[in-house]
């Protein structure tokens, strides 16, 4: 689901009185490099079937929110699960642990943050626990806040800001060739 681009570092010098930034240096994926919208929220460790799960229900724009509790081990989602993400319109999912088949995202209409990559899958499955506050990288994540993400970081919202503000002018810097 394309979405406008947004920047995450205009959103907060704009709205930076209402927003949480999550300081993990996630990396991105899918061929959606900024997303948006409501959040739903995930908890698992080293298990991908509760996002396979979550993942195959309409999205309707959402954003899922996985914690992995940073686990590097198991990927928690795959270039399967992500055709799942974009063929079912969820606006992207940011993930507190890894993913796998990298490359078979690059070309699908979904945004992805994660903190890495790895050739694992996980194969005991656990029981997850859904639609609860997470904390990730010293920011909450409520089921229905809003989720903002773009290469830069991850930004949480109590609401949908309004992407019609523009921030200040930005900078203007000299030109090096000069």
């Known amino acids: ?3 406008p681009t947004i920047v995450t570092a205009d959103l ?3 709205h930076h009185a209402s927003l949480e930034v999550c300081e993990l240096q996630f990396r991105s994926f899918g061929a959606n490099r900024s997303f948006f919208g409501p959040c739903v929220t995930l908890a698992t460790f080293e298990d991908h079937t509760p996002v396979l799960a979550a993942l ?3 999205g309707n724009g ?3 929110v996985v914690d992995g509790q940073g686990s590097l081990r198991i990927g ?3 270039d399967r699960l992500a055709k799942f993400a974009a063929d079912n319109g969820w606006g992207g999912v940011v993930i507190d642990g890894v993913i796998r088949d990298s490359l078979g ?3 699908l209409d979904i945004g992805v943050k994660a903190l890495g ?3 694992r899958r996980g194969w005991a499955p656990i029981t997850p626990t859904n639609d609860i506050a997470l904390t990730i990288g010293g920011a909450t994540f409520n089921p229905g806040d809003w989720v903002y993400a773009d290469v830069d ?3 949480v919202s109590r609401t949908e800001l309004d992407l019609t503000i523009s921030p200040v002018a930005p900078l203007s810097y000299p030109d090096p060739q000069q």
């Open 105 to 107: 995202m690059e070309n």
């Open 153 to 155: 970081c991850v930004i």
């Open 1 to 3: 689901m394309r979405q």
């Open 117 to 119: 990559t790895t050739a």
């Open 62 to 64: 959402r954003v899922l």
């Open 12 to 14: 907060y010098d704009v």
């Open 76 to 78: 928690l989602m795959g």
């Open 56 to 58: 195959q229900q309409p």
